[in-house]
């Protein structure tokens, strides 16, 4: 129902920009409030799964993929981030990646953990030992070492890439971001440091990717009022 008062809005707008009427007709028109389920967070030992699917696979586009997927997984940026950064946008003296097309239009440095770094590294290696401009090729081509990934193509590797990792079905790309921000969150407990890796400029918008663990809360609430812990 809210996409078809949508519809009815966005139609209403653009007969009074085209000078087609004058008066708003979905004026009183009203979303009405709905639960969103959130984006379902891949877990840690998923990522193990589908990294070495892919590593271990014969696939010509083995290694961009592997590395693509590992930066998805562990440093938690958009895929419209990645999708545009080039060899130089890659600091591997301190562990950076230059981030020059956000969500929010800001520049932003993002970590690199250890763990893809050597990946990482290597692909750059093959990437800079094919000639070219070097420094100015993109991480992530496609067919042509002058074009970026489209998001297409890079939906189309992932679904190859889950089924035969035969990981959840239900995951999506998005799940990456999902499970970077609920993992960073269960080790540091930090949600302002998890807001700022994430590129959020509110804490309510993080708190749509942190996935609720029962277990933490259990452990939490036995540790505060658990027998050991009750003194007078």
């Avoid at 271990?56 to 940026?77: H, M, Q």
Wanted: overall charge positive; aromatic content about 8%.
């Amino acid at each position: 129902m809210n996409r078809i008062k949508c519809a009815y809005r966005s139609f209403f707008r653009w007969c009074i920009d085209a000078g087609h009427t004058t008066h708003d007709y979905s004026i009183s028109l009203r979303l009405a409030k709905t639960h969103s389920s959130g984006t379902i967070p891949i877990c840690l030992e998923e990522i193990d799964v589908f990294l070495n699917t892919i590593h271990t696979s014969e696939d010509p586009k083995a290694l961009r993929d592997e590395v693509l997927f590992a930066v998805y997984s562990f440093t938690g940026i958009r895929r419209s981030e990645a999708l545009p950064l080039k060899v130089k946008d890659y600091d591997p003296v301190s562990s950076i990646l230059l981030l020059n097309h956000t969500k929010g239009g800001n520049k932003r440095r993002q970590p690199v953990p250890g763990r893809p770094m050597e990946t990482l590294d290597r692909h750059i290696n093959v990437l800079k030992g094919r000639g070219g401009l070097r420094d100015e090729l993109f991480l992530f081509h496609g067919r042509s070492p002058e074009k970026p990934l489209s998001k297409r193509q890079v939906n189309a590797r992932f679904e190859k890439w889950k089924i035969l990792s035969g990981i959840r079905k239900q995951l999506t790309i998005h799940s990456f971001r999902a499970g970077f921000a609920t993992h960073l969150y269960h080790s540091s407990k930090d949600i302002l440091m998890v807001a700022r890796a994430m590129g959020h400029k509110h804490i309510k918008t993080t708190n749509q990717y942190i996935a609720d663990d029962l277990s933490l809360m259990h452990k939490a609430v036995e540790a505060a009022f658990g027998y050991k812990s009750i003194m007078c």
